[in-house]
């Protein structure tokens, strides 16, 4: 079992930003590329740039931002929930002590990102691209995964829990000791060196000798 440092912000201790008053905290943002201990109130922004931002002390809460450019940022503590994120690009990004939580990231783009004490829980992850990431601490609850590439996954500590992995590639990324007896892994796509140490079910076991190229004889 995976353990998770929880991000520690408070709303007390943020400044609500609402959609109103968005333009003007962005512009000034930009300009000191730090923006710390903020509540993002339901900001609707589709393809909004936030490149290269420091982040720290977050709470982004029921916003729209889809298309989004956030490469190059830097996110410690912070909670990220109930946003609509889909093909945002976090490329090159690193998230510290982060949780996303019932958020819409289906075709985002997390290449080459660093994960370090990460949770995605119950969110919608379909089509997105984790390729060549880097991460100690990271965890994946109740998502939903289905065609998302994993590739070159490396570092320590990471975990899908009842998660649908259907039809992710996996190739390059080690699933050695990772537990996915809770998790649908139809259709997913790996090598034998990739599966090497994998905790399956019987039946799942059977369905991987299948995608291996293995016949079992009853």
């Known amino acids: 079992m995976i353990k998770i440092l929880e991000p520690n912000c408070p709303k ?9 008053a968005f333009t003007d905290f962005l512009e000034e943002s930009l300009a000191s590329q730090r923006i710390s201990h903020v509540l993002l109130d339901h900001i609707n922004r589709p393809g909004e740039t936030l490149e290269g931002l420091d982040w720290r002390h977050l709470v982004m809460e029921g916003c729209s931002l889809p298309n989004a450019v956030m490469t190059g940022c830097d996110f410690t503590e912070a909670i990220i929930r109930d946003c609509d994120l889909s093909n945002a690009d976090f490329s090159d990004s690193v998230f510290s002590t982060v949780r996303f939580a019932g958020c819409k990231l289906i075709g985002a783009n997390f290449y080459a990102c660093g994960f370090h004490n990460i949770t995605f829980s119950d969110c919608m992850i379909g089509y997105g691209t984790l390729m060549d990431a880097r991460c100690t601490s990271l965890k994946f609850e109740g998502c939903t995964l289905d065609n998302a590439r994993i590739n070159r996954l490396t570092g320590k500590n990471y975990q899908f829990s009842n998660c649908s992995l259907a039809y992710v590639n996996f190739h390059g990324t080690s699933l050695n000791g990772l537990d996915l007896t809770e998790c649908d892994i139809t259709g997913a ?29 009853e």
């Open 12 to 20: 007390e201790d943020l400044s609500p930003i609402h959609q109103d």
């Open 189 to 217: 796509s790996f090598t034998e060196k990739e599966l090497r140490g994998a905790i399956v079910t019987a039946p799942q076991a059977c369905q991987l000798a299948k995608l291996l190229g293995i016949t079992i004889k």
